[in-house]
């Protein structure tokens, strides 16, 4: 119950366990066409480039980023946590000269300050994260992509921690690449990005197509842009790869992609609608249940993310003494912080196939009775009522 990875779904484990196929076997791409189709409505999209990149989400991420950008472009970060420092770390490693427009932790950048940022800086792509873990705020990004065409730029949006379990609206929101994993909302384990890429920065990365030569089809024409610094992530050949080109780029991760079929498929199941609104009432009661034992959750109310939560740890407790009696004595895990929030804040989720009442209620009755065991005085039995009442309050 942490802020990922959470626990797949016995479905997804399940279909991971069918035997392998070969990358080129008709049955194989078939599954590589479903789960194109599959994916577009969980990203809120009708992009025909709408597939998987074999690797973790920040696998996903590094392939947008490389393939939209090169030595000598400028991005705009929009930063608001850990995540968006990641960008700025990939962008420096790409050789990319970037401006950042900030927020505090806990806070999110008003879409104001976005455009006045882009407007100054000019930039070839504008990148952000939607939901960043780390501080518990989902970026409003309604507007971004008219800030994007009023300057001329290109918008990648990191939705890992929100993807299947937050409204994805790559289309209405005019962004252009969009990735995200399976470890979090969508209930699979790590091991495959699904992303999704424009028309219009489909044809910015074919620009720069360069097939390598040992795999390069007769008559293959080169585009006119730079190669994409990496091979492994370089979007114009894994794009040709999920085409009927069936360009033979590399070995498709054949259980990892059974296991994001069913992800989708359970998803799309459940109605996208109806999952969201699960996730709202999983953190309305998580949020409510916290504050019922006295506790100060972090951040900024209005921006929090639905599947994860911040709070302040008590003055004088043990926060990881209190993380390994979870653990030990009642099998749950909750997360802890990175860089100024270290020791301060815990980071409860509640996403994906964790984001049920019940494992919702406890998780809160067992840090009630961690906390209580630690010396911190807690209202005892308030917690689930109250969790209880802001679930159905929610649904």
């Not at 990004?141 to 001329?152: M, S």
């Not at 995200?180 to 384990?189: A, F, I, N, S, V």
């Not at 991760?253 to 498929?265: H, I, K, P, W």
């Amino acid at each position: 119950m942490g802020p990922g990875p959470v626990n797949a779904h016995p479905r997804v484990l399940r279909a991971m366990s069918a035997d392998l196929l070969g990358q080129f076997d008709p049955e194989m791409t078939g599954y590589m066409n479903q789960v194109m189709a599959l994916y577009r409505p969980v990203f809120g999209t009708t992009n025909r480039w709408t597939m998987l990149i074999d690797g973790t989400a920040r696998a996903a991420i590094e392939a947008g980023l490389v393939s939209l950008l090169q030595p000598g472009d400028t991005a705009l970060v929009v930063n608001f946590g850990r995540f968006g420092l990641l960008l700025q770390e990939i962008l420096t490693r790409i050789g990319v000269s970037y401006e950042t427009v900030d927020a505090p932790w806990g806070e999110v950048v008003p879409i104001e300050a976005i455009r006045a940022a882009a407007l100054r800086t000019a930039p070839r792509v504008i990148a952000t994260v939607h939901g960043d873990t780390s501080t518990t705020m989902a970026q409003p990004l309604d507007g971004i992509g008219a800030i994007a065409r009023e300057v001329g730029a290109l918008v990648y949006v990191d939705a890992t921690a929100t993807l299947g379990g937050m409204d994805i609206a790559t289309d209405r929101w005019g962004v252009d690449v969009v990735t995200g994993g399976l470890q979090k909302c969508l209930g699979g384990p790590s091991g495959v990005g699904p992303i999704t890429v424009s028309d219009r920065a489909a044809d910015h990365i074919f620009s720069r197509r360069h097939d390598e030569r040992g795999i390069r089809a007769a008559g293959a024409v080169d585009g006119p842009g730079a190669r994409i610094a990496s091979n492994y992530f370089d979007l114009a050949m894994i794009m040709d790869y999920w085409s009927e080109k069936r360009l033979n780029h590399h070995t498709e991760a054949t259980s990892m992609l059974y296991g994001a079929r069913e992800c989708a498929r359970i998803a799309l199941g459940e109605g996208l609608p109806a999952r969201y609104a699960r996730h709202r009432a999983a953190g309305a009661a998580m949020s409510a249940g916290l504050r019922a034992m006295g506790l100060t959750l972090f951040g900024d109310d209005a921006h929090r993310m639905t599947n994860v939560t911040g709070v302040y740890i008590p003055a004088g407790i043990d926060g990881e003494s209190v993380r390994t009696m979870m653990r030990e004595a009642f099998e749950i895990e909750i997360g802890t912080a990175f860089g100024p929030l270290v020791g301060k804040v815990w980071r409860l989720g509640a996403m994906g196939y964790n984001a049920m009442k019940h494992k919702v209620l406890l998780t809160l009755a067992a840090l009630e009775a961690t906390l209580k065991a630690h010396g911190h005085v807690v209202p005892l039995g308030e917690a689930v009522p109250a969790a209880l009442a802001a679930w159905e309050a929610a649904s």
